[in-house]
């Protein structure tokens, strides 16, 4: 535990210090040499297909962690360490994806050097945290706890992928090992926790997480709204591209303690391994609902875009309501263990 907990911190400082002062001189002044590192990287036909083909097989947002999460989850012996990459995964989508990525804002390196060839398409959200990079080191972490065989091999994957990410021009090297650092704590932590076999007290914890994640992102949000005329600035836009953009940014920072909500509601149920609840949960919900009332909107409405977005959020409500109920049912109760 104490040693996760140094790990963690540590992120958490990394992230303090690059995140102090996002303003128009913080790149390329700021991060030359970490630019100049990316530069220097020796780039080749046969090694863009090898990262290219490293980078789908992670996923968009690490959906190859997930795939084998649930993989572990069938057989009981491997439940456990199915059980923790499930876990380790979760807790990073929530602390980097959701929470570091928004309030550190730091612009990707393709999105400051626009010449540079990518070869995929240009990402649109932040740098800091690399979630790829933590996704990949805490499941391989996460399996090195339970099987040490399996774990190495895991971790040469990982550092493959965290690796393509920065041949791919898409991190820093401070963004990559902020989110190593992330996943490994993160993934001490949570081993540390599953071994303790402590099932009497699963709901209140599970309240301490929602509350958690709801209060921390509450702050997030309100640091947000209260800088979310200073994020648009740093890109090179018209001034109605960037009041649009602050305006979404808003949207964003008000819903956000309630997509946490929704979020940490989701990934309890999950941790039963209740994947057929969270599918209905979570992607038949999207299509049913969000797109189908985005695309009437669109569509057959003169509705702003900015009031469209908010809608849209709204209807998360339907998923925190139908979220507490299964929870506070206690369905995902059980032990995979």
Request: hydrophobic share 55%; aromatic share 12%.
């Amino acid at each position: 535990m104490k040693v996760g907990a140094i790990l963690f911190g540590l992120a958490f400082i990394i992230a303090g210090v690059i995140g102090i002062r996002q303003d128009d001189t913080f790149l390329p002044t700021k991060a030359v040499m970490e630019i100049s590192f990316l530069y220097a990287i020796p780039h080749t036909a046969v090694l863009d297909r090898f990262f290219l083909s490293v980078t789908k097989i992670a996923g968009s947002y690490g959906q190859l962690w997930m795939i084998v999460a649930v993989v572990l989850l069938v057989f009981k012996k491997t439940r456990r360490a199915g059980v923790a990459v499930l876990l380790a995964y979760a807790s990073v989508f929530l602390m980097g994806q959701l929470v570091l990525k928004n309030l550190i804002s730091r612009p990707r390196p393709c999105q400051i050097d626009l010449d540079f060839a990518l070869l995929v398409s240009r990402p649109s959200s932040s740098s800091f945290p690399s979630t790829h990079s933590a996704w990949a080191f805490g499941a391989a972490t996460a399996l090195f706890m339970q099987h040490r065989k399996t774990g190495v091999a895991a971790f040469i994957a990982a550092a493959l992928i965290a690796f393509s990410r920065l041949y791919m021009f898409l991190h820093y090297p401070t963004d990559v090992l902020a989110g190593i650092a992330l996943g490994i704590a993160i993934s001490i932590i949570i081993g540390q926790q599953l071994g303790a076999r402590r099932t009497e007290n699963i709901r209140q914890e599970a309240a301490q997480h929602v509350f958690a994640a709801v209060a921390l992102c509450t702050a997030v949000g309100t640091v947000m709204f209260a800088l979310a005329g200073v994020f648009p600035r740093l890109y090179n836009t018209s001034g109605d591209v960037q009041a649009l953009a602050t305006s979404l940014i808003r949207v964003s920072a008000l819903w956000l303690p309630m997509y946490a909500c929704e979020t940490a509601f989701y990934f309890i149920i999950r941790s039963g391994g209740k994947v057929l609840v969270t599918f209905f949960f979570d992607s038949a919900f999207c299509w049913i609902c969000p797109v189908p009332i985005a695309f009437i909107l669109a569509h057959f409405t003169g509705v702003p875009i900015v009031q469209m977005y908010l809608i849209i959020q709204l209807t998360g409500i339907i998923k925190i309501i139908s979220g507490y109920i299964l929870v506070r049912k206690g369905i995902w109760i059980n032990d995979l263990t």
